[in-house]
């Protein structure tokens, strides 16, 4: 059984009333609008989250609508999720972050891996033929704490490695 009709077993397994706001988000819209989506959501009911990110996505297409939205307005849509100060104080930043990195010359797509769905893909094809998986663990760095923070921290690290391919 190939790995594509595992996933399209899946998929029909999972019909889309019993799929979490965050998995219609990430099926549905673009990463930016995940990520987005991840914020708002911490420590947010998901009925909420729904709320607020439909609110906020009626004003905020990208990451430039997001830095240009007032910070006062920002805050009022994200009221109702609680922590809606740090929050909008967060999404700021988070689009500062994508602006500057995004527009660079030497931005690259090959550089950002979706992680997860590599060892997911690698994971069904060990099982499938009788191969062990080992999964790599790793512990997060103190000062990766928050979503935002290890996005930061992502981006550094790609920085240092052009620096280092550089010399």
Avoid: W
């Avoid at 979490?20 to 009911?45: A, H, W």
């Avoid at 909008?88 to 891996?113: N, Q, V």
Wanted: aromatic share 8%; with cysteine; hydrophobic share 35%.
């Amino acid at each position: 059984m190939s790995i594509e009709k595992i996933v399209e077993a899946l998929r029909e397994f999972y019909n889309s009333n019993s799929k979490t706001l965050m998995d219609r988000i990430s099926i549905e819209s673009n990463p930016f609008y995940v990520l987005v989506g991840c914020i708002i959501s911490q420590r947010t009911k998901d009925e909420t989250t729904e709320y607020v990110t439909k609110n906020l996505f009626k004003i905020v297409k990208n990451a430039n609508d997001l830095l240009n939205t007032p910070l006062d307005d920002l805050e009022k849509v994200l009221y109702p999720s609680g922590f809606y100060k740090v929050k909008a104080k967060r999404l700021k930043e988070l689009a500062k972050i994508l602006i500057s990195h995004l527009t660079k010359e030497s931005f690259s797509i090959e550089e950002f891996r979706d992680r997860y769905t590599e060892a997911l893909k690698e994971l069904i094809k060990a099982k499938l033929e009788g191969r062990e998986f080992k999964i790599e663990e790793g512990k997060p760095k103190e000062e990766e704490k928050s979503l935002l923070e290890a996005l930061k921290a992502s981006i550094e690290v790609s920085r240092k490695k052009k620096g280092e391919e550089q010399k």
